[in-house]
Protein backbone atom coordinates (compact mmCIF):
# COMPACT_ATOMS: atom_id res chain seq x y z
CA UNK A 1 0.00 0.00 0.00
CA UNK A 2 1.56 3.62 -0.95
CA UNK A 3 -0.32 5.53 1.43
CA UNK A 4 -1.24 4.73 4.49
CA UNK A 5 -3.44 6.78 5.59
CA UNK A 6 -4.80 7.49 1.79
CA UNK A 7 -8.39 6.50 3.00
CA UNK A 8 -8.37 9.04 6.02
CA UNK A 9 -6.64 12.15 4.33
CA UNK A 10 -8.83 11.94 1.19
CA UNK A 11 -12.42 11.79 0.15
CA UNK A 12 -14.01 9.53 -2.18
CA UNK A 13 -14.19 11.50 -5.47
CA UNK A 14 -16.04 9.97 -8.70
CA UNK A 15 -16.15 11.26 -11.98
CA UNK A 16 -19.07 14.02 -12.07
CA UNK A 17 -21.69 13.95 -14.31
CA UNK A 18 -21.39 17.06 -16.58
CA UNK A 19 -24.05 20.02 -16.00
CA UNK A 20 -27.72 18.35 -16.13
CA UNK A 21 -28.72 20.70 -19.03
CA UNK A 22 -26.20 20.23 -21.30
CA UNK A 23 -25.70 16.84 -21.10
CA UNK A 24 -29.41 16.42 -21.85
CA UNK A 25 -28.84 18.47 -25.29
CA UNK A 26 -27.18 15.93 -26.57
CA UNK A 27 -25.95 12.21 -26.73
CA UNK A 28 -22.16 12.82 -26.02
CA UNK A 29 -20.69 11.17 -22.68
CA UNK A 30 -22.37 11.57 -19.37
CA UNK A 31 -18.92 12.19 -17.58
CA UNK A 32 -16.75 15.10 -16.83
CA UNK A 33 -13.71 13.49 -16.47
CA UNK A 34 -10.60 14.03 -13.01
CA UNK A 35 -6.98 14.63 -14.47
CA UNK A 36 -4.14 12.81 -13.92
CA UNK A 37 -3.27 13.98 -10.02
CA UNK A 38 -6.64 13.23 -8.99
CA UNK A 39 -6.49 10.25 -9.53
CA UNK A 40 -3.58 9.01 -8.22
CA UNK A 41 -4.60 10.42 -4.96
CA UNK A 42 -7.75 8.53 -5.04
CA UNK A 43 -5.50 5.42 -5.95
CA UNK A 44 -4.16 6.25 -2.90
CA UNK A 45 -7.40 6.23 -1.19
CA UNK A 46 -7.15 1.87 -1.72
CA UNK A 47 -6.29 0.04 1.64
CA UNK A 48 -4.29 -3.18 0.21
CA UNK A 49 -6.25 -5.30 2.61
CA UNK A 50 -4.89 -8.18 3.79
CA UNK A 51 -8.60 -9.83 2.87
CA UNK A 52 -9.62 -7.94 -0.15
CA UNK A 53 -12.85 -8.34 -0.58
CA UNK A 54 -12.79 -6.20 -4.05
CA UNK A 55 -11.35 -9.55 -5.21
CA UNK A 56 -13.45 -12.10 -3.84
CA UNK A 57 -16.61 -13.86 -5.44
CA UNK A 58 -18.72 -10.56 -4.23
CA UNK A 59 -16.45 -8.40 -6.14
CA UNK A 60 -15.16 -8.55 -9.25
CA UNK A 61 -15.96 -11.41 -12.01
CA UNK A 62 -12.36 -11.13 -13.26
CA UNK A 63 -10.99 -10.91 -10.31
CA UNK A 64 -9.12 -7.86 -11.20
CA UNK A 65 -5.78 -7.21 -9.09
CA UNK A 66 -7.32 -3.98 -8.26
CA UNK A 67 -4.95 -3.28 -4.74
CA UNK A 68 -2.35 -4.03 -7.28
CA UNK A 69 -3.28 -1.67 -9.86
CA UNK A 70 -4.41 1.51 -7.30
CA UNK A 71 -0.88 0.90 -5.78
CA UNK A 72 1.08 1.13 -8.45
CA UNK A 73 -0.97 4.29 -9.87
CA UNK A 74 -0.66 6.05 -6.66
CA UNK A 75 2.97 5.62 -7.56
CA UNK A 76 2.21 7.42 -10.83
CA UNK A 77 3.93 4.14 -12.60
CA UNK A 78 0.38 4.24 -14.83
CA UNK A 79 1.81 1.61 -17.43
CA UNK A 80 3.11 -1.40 -15.21
CA UNK A 81 -0.48 -0.58 -13.65
CA UNK A 82 -2.40 -1.20 -16.72
CA UNK A 83 -0.26 -3.79 -17.53
CA UNK A 84 -1.47 -5.45 -14.40
CA UNK A 85 -5.46 -4.78 -14.93
CA UNK A 86 -5.23 -6.36 -18.32
CA UNK A 87 -3.63 -9.03 -16.71
CA UNK A 88 -7.06 -9.50 -15.95
CA UNK A 89 -9.21 -7.25 -17.93
CA UNK A 90 -9.91 -7.52 -21.57
CA UNK A 91 -11.62 -4.20 -22.24
CA UNK A 92 -11.36 -2.17 -19.30
CA UNK A 93 -12.58 1.13 -21.49
CA UNK A 94 -16.35 -1.03 -21.45
CA UNK A 95 -16.57 -1.98 -17.50
CA UNK A 96 -14.94 1.51 -16.76
CA UNK A 97 -17.82 3.16 -17.83
CA UNK A 98 -20.68 0.46 -17.51
CA UNK A 99 -19.96 -1.69 -14.98
CA UNK A 100 -21.67 -1.27 -11.67
CA UNK A 101 -18.45 -1.89 -9.72
CA UNK A 102 -19.37 -4.94 -7.33
CA UNK A 103 -15.58 -4.30 -6.56
CA UNK A 104 -16.63 -1.10 -5.06
CA UNK A 105 -19.72 -2.25 -3.03
CA UNK A 106 -17.64 -5.19 -1.79
CA UNK A 107 -15.03 -2.94 -0.62
CA UNK A 108 -13.75 -2.90 3.03
CA UNK A 109 -14.45 0.77 2.85
CA UNK A 110 -17.93 0.33 2.14
CA UNK A 111 -19.90 3.84 0.96
CA UNK A 112 -16.45 5.90 0.87
CA UNK A 113 -15.01 2.78 -1.41
CA UNK A 114 -11.80 3.38 -3.67
CA UNK A 115 -12.87 4.69 -7.05
CA UNK A 116 -11.68 1.51 -8.60
CA UNK A 117 -13.95 1.84 -12.11
CA UNK A 118 -12.55 5.46 -12.44
CA UNK A 119 -9.41 4.08 -11.97
CA UNK A 120 -9.56 1.08 -14.46
CA UNK A 121 -10.82 3.51 -16.97
CA UNK A 122 -8.30 6.10 -16.40
CA UNK A 123 -5.67 3.71 -16.83
CA UNK A 124 -7.07 2.47 -20.04
CA UNK A 125 -7.50 5.68 -21.81
CA UNK A 126 -3.96 6.93 -20.54
CA UNK A 127 -2.76 3.66 -22.65
CA UNK A 128 -4.51 4.73 -26.01
CA UNK A 129 -3.80 8.05 -25.38
CA UNK A 130 -0.19 7.72 -24.87
CA UNK A 131 -0.14 4.86 -27.97
CA UNK A 132 0.51 2.14 -25.25
CA UNK A 133 -2.14 -0.10 -26.90
CA UNK A 134 -0.94 -1.56 -30.53
CA UNK A 135 -2.31 -4.59 -31.47
CA UNK A 136 -0.61 -7.83 -30.71
CA UNK A 137 -1.38 -10.44 -32.80
CA UNK A 138 -0.28 -13.93 -31.63
CA UNK A 139 3.47 -15.20 -32.61
CA UNK A 140 2.46 -18.96 -33.53
CA UNK A 141 -1.02 -20.24 -34.47
CA UNK A 142 -2.31 -23.85 -33.93
CA UNK A 143 -4.30 -23.84 -37.17
CA UNK A 144 -7.35 -24.31 -35.10
CA UNK A 145 -10.22 -22.26 -36.64
CA UNK A 146 -13.17 -21.69 -33.69
CA UNK A 147 -16.47 -19.44 -34.97
CA UNK A 148 -18.07 -17.37 -32.17
CA UNK A 149 -21.57 -16.52 -32.71
CA UNK A 150 -22.63 -12.91 -31.23
CA UNK A 151 -20.04 -9.46 -30.93
CA UNK A 152 -21.57 -9.01 -27.50
CA UNK A 153 -18.77 -8.83 -24.33
CA UNK A 154 -18.96 -12.28 -24.28
CA UNK A 155 -18.38 -13.25 -27.73
CA UNK A 156 -15.30 -10.22 -28.10
CA UNK A 157 -14.08 -11.92 -24.58
CA UNK A 158 -13.86 -15.10 -26.21
CA UNK A 159 -12.52 -14.23 -29.05
CA UNK A 160 -9.95 -11.81 -27.57
CA UNK A 161 -8.62 -14.82 -25.66
CA UNK A 162 -8.98 -17.44 -28.06
CA UNK A 163 -6.55 -15.35 -30.63
CA UNK A 164 -4.00 -14.57 -28.06
CA UNK A 165 -4.06 -18.40 -27.62
CA UNK A 166 -3.25 -18.87 -31.54
CA UNK A 167 -6.24 -20.50 -32.69
CA UNK A 168 -7.92 -18.47 -35.60
CA UNK A 169 -11.76 -17.00 -34.28
CA UNK A 170 -13.74 -15.50 -37.06
CA UNK A 171 -16.98 -13.54 -35.49
CA UNK A 172 -20.68 -13.68 -36.62
CA UNK A 173 -23.01 -11.23 -36.05
CA UNK A 174 -26.14 -10.45 -37.15
CA UNK A 175 -26.14 -7.05 -36.50
CA UNK A 176 -24.56 -4.13 -39.01
CA UNK A 177 -21.96 -3.34 -36.46
CA UNK A 178 -20.42 -5.37 -33.68
CA UNK A 179 -20.69 -4.73 -29.76
CA UNK A 180 -24.16 -6.82 -29.29
CA UNK A 181 -25.81 -4.71 -26.02
CA UNK A 182 -22.71 -2.84 -26.02
CA UNK A 183 -23.72 -1.21 -29.72
CA UNK A 184 -27.37 -1.47 -29.97
CA UNK A 185 -28.20 -1.21 -25.91
CA UNK A 186 -26.53 0.57 -24.10
CA UNK A 187 -27.05 4.00 -25.15
CA UNK A 188 -24.30 6.04 -26.50
CA UNK A 189 -24.05 8.51 -23.79
CA UNK A 190 -22.95 5.77 -20.96
CA UNK A 191 -20.96 4.30 -23.50
CA UNK A 192 -20.10 5.92 -26.60
CA UNK A 193 -19.87 3.94 -30.15
CA UNK A 194 -16.64 4.72 -30.77
CA UNK A 195 -14.81 3.39 -27.64
CA UNK A 196 -16.49 0.29 -28.89
CA UNK A 197 -15.45 0.51 -32.55
CA UNK A 198 -12.15 1.46 -31.59
CA UNK A 199 -11.80 -2.04 -29.62
CA UNK A 200 -12.97 -4.15 -32.56
CA UNK A 201 -10.94 -2.44 -35.07
CA UNK A 202 -7.83 -3.28 -32.41
CA UNK A 203 -9.17 -7.02 -32.41
CA UNK A 204 -9.23 -7.22 -36.22
CA UNK A 205 -6.17 -5.74 -36.26
CA UNK A 206 -4.83 -8.53 -34.02
CA UNK A 207 -6.11 -10.82 -36.62
CA UNK A 208 -10.18 -11.92 -35.28
CA UNK A 209 -12.19 -11.70 -38.39
CA UNK A 210 -15.41 -10.17 -37.85
CA UNK A 211 -18.11 -11.16 -40.38
CA UNK A 212 -21.46 -8.70 -40.14
CA UNK A 213 -24.53 -8.85 -41.07
CA UNK A 214 -24.65 -12.61 -40.87
CA UNK A 215 -26.61 -15.16 -39.63
CA UNK A 216 -25.32 -17.73 -37.78
CA UNK A 217 -26.26 -21.92 -38.56
CA UNK A 218 -25.44 -25.31 -37.90
CA UNK A 219 -23.22 -25.42 -40.81
CA UNK A 220 -20.42 -23.60 -38.98
CA UNK A 221 -20.24 -26.89 -36.73
CA UNK A 222 -18.78 -28.94 -39.68
CA UNK A 223 -16.72 -25.72 -41.19
CA UNK A 224 -14.96 -24.82 -37.86
CA UNK A 225 -13.33 -26.80 -35.16
CA UNK A 226 -15.37 -25.47 -32.06
CA UNK A 227 -18.31 -22.82 -32.18
CA UNK A 228 -19.48 -20.83 -29.22
CA UNK A 229 -22.45 -19.46 -28.88
CA UNK A 230 -22.79 -15.90 -27.38
CA UNK A 231 -26.23 -14.82 -28.63
CA UNK A 232 -27.47 -13.04 -25.58
CA UNK A 233 -30.83 -13.28 -24.01
CA UNK A 234 -32.75 -10.59 -25.78
CA UNK A 235 -36.42 -12.08 -25.73
CA UNK A 236 -38.19 -9.72 -23.75
CA UNK A 237 -40.99 -10.51 -21.31
CA UNK A 238 -44.03 -8.78 -22.82
CA UNK A 239 -47.18 -7.81 -21.05
CA UNK A 240 -50.75 -9.18 -22.30
CA UNK A 241 -53.39 -6.34 -21.66
CA UNK A 242 -55.76 -5.20 -24.11
CA UNK A 243 -54.60 -3.16 -27.07
CA UNK A 244 -50.74 -3.74 -26.90
CA UNK A 245 -50.61 -3.97 -30.44
CA UNK A 246 -51.23 -0.42 -30.97
CA UNK A 247 -49.07 1.75 -32.78
CA UNK A 248 -46.42 3.48 -30.49
CA UNK A 249 -46.34 0.46 -28.22
CA UNK A 250 -41.75 -1.11 -28.41
CA UNK A 251 -39.84 -3.42 -26.41
CA UNK A 252 -36.84 -0.98 -24.85
CA UNK A 253 -33.90 -2.38 -26.69
CA UNK A 254 -35.87 -2.16 -30.04
CA UNK A 255 -36.49 1.83 -28.60
CA UNK A 256 -32.58 2.36 -27.71
CA UNK A 257 -31.31 0.37 -30.57
CA UNK A 258 -33.01 3.08 -33.30
CA UNK A 259 -32.12 5.66 -30.85
CA UNK A 260 -28.36 4.45 -31.29
CA UNK A 261 -29.00 4.11 -34.90
CA UNK A 262 -29.91 7.21 -35.16
CA UNK A 263 -26.81 8.90 -33.15
CA UNK A 264 -24.58 7.17 -35.73
CA UNK A 265 -26.46 8.27 -38.63
CA UNK A 266 -27.28 12.19 -37.89
CA UNK A 267 -30.62 11.01 -38.78
CA UNK A 268 -34.35 10.80 -37.01
CA UNK A 269 -35.21 7.94 -34.84
CA UNK A 270 -37.37 5.44 -36.39
CA UNK A 271 -39.30 5.28 -33.03
CA UNK A 272 -38.73 9.06 -31.62
CA UNK A 273 -39.85 10.35 -28.29
CA UNK A 274 -40.38 13.98 -29.42
CA UNK A 275 -42.79 15.60 -28.27
CA UNK A 276 -44.63 12.53 -26.59
CA UNK A 277 -45.66 11.53 -23.32
CA UNK A 278 -43.34 8.91 -22.48
CA UNK A 279 -44.21 5.87 -20.31
CA UNK A 280 -41.46 3.16 -19.44
CA UNK A 281 -42.47 -0.09 -17.55
CA UNK A 282 -39.72 -1.40 -15.92
CA UNK A 283 -37.70 0.61 -12.79
CA UNK A 284 -34.42 -1.52 -13.19
CA UNK A 285 -31.78 -0.47 -15.57
CA UNK A 286 -32.89 -0.67 -19.22
CA UNK A 287 -36.13 1.48 -18.13
CA UNK A 288 -33.56 3.84 -16.79
CA UNK A 289 -31.20 4.32 -20.26
CA UNK A 290 -35.23 4.61 -22.25
CA UNK A 291 -35.66 8.11 -19.32
CA UNK A 292 -32.28 9.19 -20.42
CA UNK A 293 -32.86 8.67 -23.84
CA UNK A 294 -36.62 10.14 -24.25
CA UNK A 295 -35.62 13.23 -22.03
CA UNK A 296 -32.44 13.54 -24.85
CA UNK A 297 -35.48 13.20 -27.52
CA UNK A 298 -37.56 16.09 -26.21
CA UNK A 299 -40.00 14.06 -24.56
CA UNK A 300 -43.61 16.28 -22.89
CA UNK A 301 -42.95 14.08 -20.19
CA UNK A 302 -42.23 10.96 -19.06
CA UNK A 303 -42.97 8.30 -16.36
CA UNK A 304 -41.73 4.98 -14.93
CA UNK A 305 -43.57 2.31 -13.39
CA UNK A 306 -42.40 -0.49 -11.38
CA UNK A 307 -44.38 -3.29 -9.58
CA UNK A 308 -42.32 -3.68 -7.04
CA UNK A 309 -42.12 -1.44 -3.66
CA UNK A 310 -39.67 1.35 -3.04
CA UNK A 311 -35.81 -0.29 -2.02
CA UNK A 312 -35.15 0.53 1.05
CA UNK A 313 -32.63 3.63 1.67
CA UNK A 314 -30.62 1.81 3.74
CA UNK A 315 -29.72 -1.88 3.61
CA UNK A 316 -31.41 -4.43 5.73
CA UNK A 317 -29.79 -6.62 8.39
CA UNK A 318 -30.49 -9.05 5.65
CA UNK A 319 -28.61 -7.80 3.23
CA UNK A 320 -25.17 -7.20 5.17
CA UNK A 321 -21.49 -5.71 3.82
CA UNK A 322 -20.01 -7.37 1.12
CA UNK A 323 -23.06 -8.39 -0.60
CA UNK A 324 -24.92 -5.96 -3.23
CA UNK A 325 -26.53 -3.60 -1.33
CA UNK A 326 -30.19 -3.53 -2.03
CA UNK A 327 -31.28 -0.33 -1.56
CA UNK A 328 -32.71 2.53 -3.68
CA UNK A 329 -30.01 4.14 -6.01
CA UNK A 330 -31.12 7.20 -8.61
CA UNK A 331 -29.43 7.01 -11.56
CA UNK A 332 -28.34 9.44 -14.34
CA UNK A 333 -31.76 9.37 -16.27
CA UNK A 334 -33.64 9.62 -13.13
CA UNK A 335 -31.92 12.28 -11.93
CA UNK A 336 -31.80 14.17 -15.32
CA UNK A 337 -36.24 13.82 -15.08
CA UNK A 338 -36.01 15.29 -11.77
CA UNK A 339 -33.99 18.12 -13.11
CA UNK A 340 -36.40 18.28 -15.84
CA UNK A 341 -39.86 18.12 -14.39
CA UNK A 342 -39.13 18.51 -10.93
CA UNK A 343 -39.85 15.15 -9.58
CA UNK A 344 -38.55 11.37 -9.56
CA UNK A 345 -40.20 9.58 -12.84
CA UNK A 346 -40.66 6.34 -10.80
CA UNK A 347 -44.30 5.30 -9.38
CA UNK A 348 -43.80 2.38 -7.53
CA UNK A 349 -46.05 -0.73 -6.75
CA UNK A 350 -47.90 0.44 -10.40
CA UNK A 351 -48.74 -1.38 -13.38
CA UNK A 352 -50.37 -0.64 -17.05
CA UNK A 353 -53.89 -2.54 -16.91
CA UNK A 354 -54.84 -1.11 -20.30
CA UNK A 355 -53.16 0.78 -23.32
CA UNK A 356 -56.18 3.26 -24.32
CA UNK A 357 -56.02 3.43 -28.30
CA UNK A 358 -57.74 5.80 -30.85
CA UNK A 359 -57.23 4.74 -34.70
CA UNK A 360 -54.72 1.77 -33.71
CA UNK A 361 -52.47 4.69 -31.91
CA UNK A 362 -51.81 4.38 -28.33
CA UNK A 363 -53.12 7.60 -26.87
CA UNK A 364 -53.08 6.83 -22.85
CA UNK A 365 -52.50 4.05 -20.49
CA UNK A 366 -54.51 2.96 -17.62
CA UNK A 367 -52.48 2.26 -14.71
CA UNK A 368 -53.66 0.41 -11.34
CA UNK A 369 -51.99 0.18 -7.67
CA UNK A 370 -50.58 -2.97 -6.85
CA UNK A 371 -50.67 -4.94 -3.69
CA UNK A 372 -48.17 -7.62 -3.98
CA UNK A 373 -48.84 -8.36 -7.77
CA UNK A 374 -52.55 -8.27 -7.49
CA UNK A 375 -53.96 -4.53 -8.63
CA UNK A 376 -56.31 -2.71 -5.95
CA UNK A 377 -59.36 -2.27 -7.24
CA UNK A 378 -60.64 1.55 -7.90
CA UNK A 379 -56.92 2.74 -7.69
CA UNK A 380 -56.80 3.48 -11.78
CA UNK A 381 -55.20 6.51 -13.52
CA UNK A 382 -55.50 7.02 -17.12
CA UNK A 383 -52.40 8.95 -18.30
CA UNK A 384 -51.14 10.43 -21.91
CA UNK A 385 -49.26 8.24 -23.31
CA UNK A 386 -48.35 8.65 -27.30
CA UNK A 387 -44.56 6.05 -26.70
CA UNK A 388 -45.09 3.06 -24.10
CA UNK A 389 -42.27 1.22 -23.74
CA UNK A 390 -41.70 -1.91 -22.08
CA UNK A 391 -38.34 -2.43 -20.05
CA UNK A 392 -40.05 -5.43 -18.10
CA UNK A 393 -37.03 -7.59 -18.65
CA UNK A 394 -35.47 -10.77 -20.63
CA UNK A 395 -36.73 -14.31 -20.56
CA UNK A 396 -34.16 -16.21 -22.06
CA UNK A 397 -32.39 -16.18 -25.28
CA UNK A 398 -34.53 -15.78 -29.07
CA UNK A 399 -35.66 -19.47 -29.76
CA UNK A 400 -34.44 -18.85 -33.70
CA UNK A 401 -30.71 -19.68 -32.63
CA UNK A 402 -31.28 -22.44 -30.07
CA UNK A 403 -33.51 -24.04 -33.03
CA UNK A 404 -30.85 -23.58 -35.36
CA UNK A 405 -28.24 -25.77 -33.35
CA UNK A 406 -31.23 -28.17 -32.31
CA UNK A 407 -30.60 -27.14 -28.60
CA UNK A 408 -33.18 -27.56 -25.92
CA UNK A 409 -33.32 -24.49 -23.97
CA UNK A 410 -33.62 -24.98 -19.56
CA UNK A 411 -36.75 -23.72 -17.63
CA UNK A 412 -35.18 -20.46 -17.37
CA UNK A 413 -34.95 -20.15 -21.40
CA UNK A 414 -31.10 -20.51 -21.28
CA UNK A 415 -28.21 -22.81 -22.59
CA UNK A 416 -26.47 -23.63 -19.45
CA UNK A 417 -25.66 -27.06 -19.63
CA UNK A 418 -26.82 -29.80 -17.34
CA UNK A 419 -23.04 -30.16 -15.70
CA UNK A 420 -22.20 -26.03 -15.36
CA UNK A 421 -19.41 -26.11 -18.42
CA UNK A 422 -19.91 -24.60 -21.10
CA UNK A 423 -19.99 -27.50 -24.12
CA UNK A 424 -23.19 -28.05 -25.15
CA UNK A 425 -22.19 -31.20 -26.93
CA UNK A 426 -19.22 -31.96 -29.20
CA UNK A 427 -17.56 -29.16 -30.75
CA UNK A 428 -20.75 -26.53 -29.63
CA UNK A 429 -19.78 -24.19 -26.49
CA UNK A 430 -22.42 -21.29 -25.45
CA UNK A 431 -21.24 -18.56 -23.24
CA UNK A 432 -22.30 -14.91 -21.79
CA UNK A 433 -25.80 -14.28 -20.64
CA UNK A 434 -27.37 -17.39 -23.46
CA UNK A 435 -25.31 -19.52 -21.05
CA UNK A 436 -26.95 -17.40 -18.12
CA UNK A 437 -29.39 -15.56 -18.53
CA UNK A 438 -29.77 -11.19 -18.68
CA UNK A 439 -26.72 -9.48 -16.66
CA UNK A 440 -24.05 -7.61 -16.67
CA UNK A 441 -21.07 -6.99 -19.21
CA UNK A 442 -18.62 -7.41 -16.35
CA UNK A 443 -20.17 -11.35 -15.89
CA UNK A 444 -20.57 -11.78 -19.63
CA UNK A 445 -16.68 -10.59 -20.34
CA UNK A 446 -15.40 -12.99 -17.35
CA UNK A 447 -17.89 -15.88 -19.19
CA UNK A 448 -16.68 -15.53 -22.34
CA UNK A 449 -13.13 -15.80 -21.05
CA UNK A 450 -14.32 -19.32 -19.13
CA UNK A 451 -15.08 -20.64 -22.42
CA UNK A 452 -12.33 -19.69 -24.61
CA UNK A 453 -10.35 -21.49 -22.09
CA UNK A 454 -12.48 -24.69 -21.61
CA UNK A 455 -12.51 -24.82 -25.58
CA UNK A 456 -8.93 -23.68 -25.94
CA UNK A 457 -8.77 -27.01 -23.18
CA UNK A 458 -10.70 -29.08 -25.37
CA UNK A 459 -8.76 -28.31 -29.03
CA UNK A 460 -5.39 -28.84 -27.03
CA UNK A 461 -6.62 -32.40 -25.62
CA UNK A 462 -7.85 -33.17 -29.76
CA UNK A 463 -4.39 -31.57 -31.39
C1 LIG B 1 -30.59 -1.55 -22.32
C2 LIG B 1 -29.56 -2.32 -21.58
C3 LIG B 1 -28.62 -1.64 -20.84
C4 LIG B 1 -27.65 -2.35 -20.14
N1 LIG B 1 -26.75 -1.63 -19.41
C5 LIG B 1 -25.79 -2.30 -18.74
C6 LIG B 1 -24.82 -1.59 -17.98
O1 LIG B 1 -24.85 -0.36 -17.91
N2 LIG B 1 -23.87 -2.30 -17.34
C7 LIG B 1 -23.79 -3.65 -17.40
O2 LIG B 1 -22.88 -4.24 -16.82
N3 LIG B 1 -24.71 -4.36 -18.10
C8 LIG B 1 -25.70 -3.72 -18.77
N4 LIG B 1 -26.63 -4.43 -19.48
C9 LIG B 1 -26.50 -5.90 -19.57
C10 LIG B 1 -25.38 -6.27 -20.58
O3 LIG B 1 -25.46 -5.43 -21.71
C11 LIG B 1 -25.50 -7.74 -21.00
O4 LIG B 1 -25.46 -8.54 -19.83
C12 LIG B 1 -24.34 -8.13 -21.92
O5 LIG B 1 -24.29 -7.31 -23.08
C13 LIG B 1 -24.46 -9.60 -22.37
O6 LIG B 1 -23.43 -9.89 -23.26
P1 LIG B 1 -23.53 -11.11 -24.31
O7 LIG B 1 -22.27 -11.05 -25.08
O8 LIG B 1 -23.84 -12.37 -23.58
O9 LIG B 1 -24.79 -10.82 -25.24
P2 LIG B 1 -25.28 -9.53 -26.11
O10 LIG B 1 -24.57 -8.29 -25.69
O11 LIG B 1 -26.76 -9.56 -26.01
O12 LIG B 1 -24.83 -9.89 -27.58
C14 LIG B 1 -25.37 -10.97 -28.29
C15 LIG B 1 -25.14 -10.76 -29.77
O13 LIG B 1 -25.39 -11.99 -30.48
C16 LIG B 1 -25.98 -11.68 -31.74
N5 LIG B 1 -26.65 -12.90 -32.23
C17 LIG B 1 -27.61 -13.64 -31.59
N6 LIG B 1 -27.92 -14.73 -32.32
C18 LIG B 1 -27.17 -14.68 -33.45
C19 LIG B 1 -27.06 -15.51 -34.61
N7 LIG B 1 -27.78 -16.64 -34.73
N8 LIG B 1 -26.19 -15.15 -35.59
C20 LIG B 1 -25.43 -14.02 -35.47
N9 LIG B 1 -25.51 -13.20 -34.38
C21 LIG B 1 -26.35 -13.52 -33.40
C22 LIG B 1 -26.91 -10.53 -31.40
O14 LIG B 1 -27.22 -9.78 -32.57
C23 LIG B 1 -26.07 -9.73 -30.39
O15 LIG B 1 -25.30 -8.74 -31.06
C24 LIG B 1 -27.62 -3.76 -20.17
C25 LIG B 1 -28.58 -4.46 -20.91
C26 LIG B 1 -29.56 -3.75 -21.60
C27 LIG B 1 -30.60 -4.50 -22.36
S1 LIG C 1 -14.71 -4.70 -13.85
FE1 LIG C 1 -16.27 -3.83 -12.46
S2 LIG C 1 -16.12 -5.09 -10.61
FE2 LIG C 1 -14.21 -5.44 -11.81
S3 LIG C 1 -12.69 -3.93 -11.05
FE3 LIG C 1 -13.74 -2.98 -12.78
S4 LIG C 1 -15.43 -1.80 -11.87
FE4 LIG C 1 -14.74 -3.29 -10.33
Redesign the pocket.
Known amino acids: MGKATGFMDYPRVENPYRDAAARLSDFADLHAYQPASARREQASRCMNCGVPF ?1 QSDF ?4 Y ?1 L ?1 PEWNDLLYRGREREALERLLQT ?1 PF ?1 EF ?2 RV ?6 KACNLENDAAT ?2 DN ?1 LYLIETGFERGWIVPHPPKARTGKRVAVVGSGPAGLAAADLLNRLGHEATVIERADRAGGLLMYGIPNMKLPKDIVERRVALMAAEGIEFQLNAEADASILSAYDAALLCGGAKKPRGLSVENIGAKGVHFAVDYLTAATKAVLSGGEPTVNAQGRHVVVVGGGDTGNDCVGTALRQGCASVTQLEMMPAPPLERLVSNPWPQWPRTLRTDYGQLEAIFRQGADPRVYETTVKRVIAEGGQIVAVETVKLKGFDPIPGTEQTLPCELLLIAAGFVGCEESTASAFEIERNSRGNLLPADGSHRLRGNLFSAGDMRTGQSLV ?1 RA ?1 ADGRAAAREIHQWLESAL
Open positions: CGCPLNIAPTGCPALCENREVL
